[in-house]
């Protein structure tokens, strides 16, 4: 099989493209200097040029708040052209096989915890990353409704928060969990006495390793259409990828500082914005058809730090 993955330099991208190839699958991939997927001559040129059997669409603009709210029409601009070109062009040029990764953040704001697939559209989204929500949610609609007209296989998984090696370490455009990790080790460089984090470190989060993900990946990429669809609907088709547990904000601080060797004080800037206070995925659809994590938060967070020692510590790194 020929798997064409969409954002293999990214975080998840990249381990879905190593996983492929371990089983033998020949993986194409661009470059964006090679392919900018905004561009829709581009795209469907590269399509109705190549020989795929599918697609993995793990391209996307990303960010954590401080990049949301301060680029929002980036955010929605570009995720909404990469996903409109990739899915038509796929479908254009025959391909019946397409995964598109999403995010937690299409969910409500308030939404009942943990939250299930069938929340989706319910009510108002988190306005620091609505644009890129928006966008996700399209992604979504653009999978089914290719489904319904033209008979496609276009499926969408919606990870949580994810981490790992490869992340994205930027001191200002990075998520959460790279940020923090970066911040306890130049304070610990520096022999800073105290560490300074955004919020009241009282909102919770998800984190799924990357390994996880991209093993659920193509776990629900393989799945046989029967499967699939006796576990889904034709308009709410998408299925959550969570670790099933979560950790408040100070408590995730807590175990970094462990890691890094960061013995100071940690303080909370209640001034700056917390985001949604609560983000736990229902992931009992997923777990019902046989797939579950393996990787534990705290032996994930030691190797995605050695992996940032060794990788990215020296320099800072560009946003995603």
């Not at 996307?60 to 929605?76: L, R």
């Not at 479908?91 to 409500?108: E, H, N, R, T, V």
């Amino acid at each position: 099989m020929r798997i064409f993955v969409a954002g293999h330099r990214g975080m998840v991208g990249g381990a879905i493209a190593r996983k492929l190839r371990e089983r033998g699958v020949e993986v194409v991939c661009r470059t964006h200097a090679e392919l900018d997927l905004t561009d829709q001559k581009a795209v469907r040129d590269f399509f109705a040029a190549e020989q795929l059997d599918g697609v993995v669409l793990a391209a996307a603009k990303v960010g954590g708040i401080h990049a949301n709210n301060t680029y929002p029409a980036e955010f929605i601009y570009e995720n909404l052209m990469i996903e409109c070109n990739v899915v038509h062009a796929a479908y254009s040029a025959g391909i019946q096989k397409l995964l598109f990764l999403g995010s937690s953040c299409i969910y409500p704001r308030e939404v009942a915890q943990p939250m299930r697939e069938d929340a989706l559209l319910t009510g108002i989204l988190e306005p620091t990353n609505e644009p890129y929500a928006i966008a996700k949610i399209a992604g979504i609609k653009l999978c089914e409704s290719y489904n319904r007209q033209y008979g496609t296989d276009y499926r969408s998984v919606m990870p949580t928060n994810l981490y790992g090696p490869g992340d994205n370490f930027h001191p200002t455009n990075s998520h959460v969990m790279p940020a923090l990790i970066r911040r306890f080790h130049e304070a610990v460089q520096a022999g800073a006495s105290q560490v300074a984090i955004w919020g009241t470190g009282t909102p919770r989060r998800e984190f799924l390793h990357v390994d996880d993900m991209a093993e659920a990946s193509l776990f629900v990429f393989d799945l046989d259409a029967d499967t699939y669809q006796a576990n889904t609907e034709a308009m709410l088709s998408h299925i959550n990828v969570g670790f099933g547990d979560d950790v408040s904000i100070a408590q995730l601080a807590a175990m970094i500082a462990e890691v890094t060797g960061y013995k100071g004080e940690i303080v909370f800037d209640a001034d700056k914005p917390d985001g949604t206070m609560r983000k736990l995925m229902d992931s009992g659809r997923l777990r019902a058809m046989g797939w579950k994590p393996r990787v534990e938060l705290a032996e994930g967070i030691r190797e995605t730090y050695a992996w940032y020692l060794e990788n990215g510590a020296a320099v800072p790194q560009p946003a995603a």
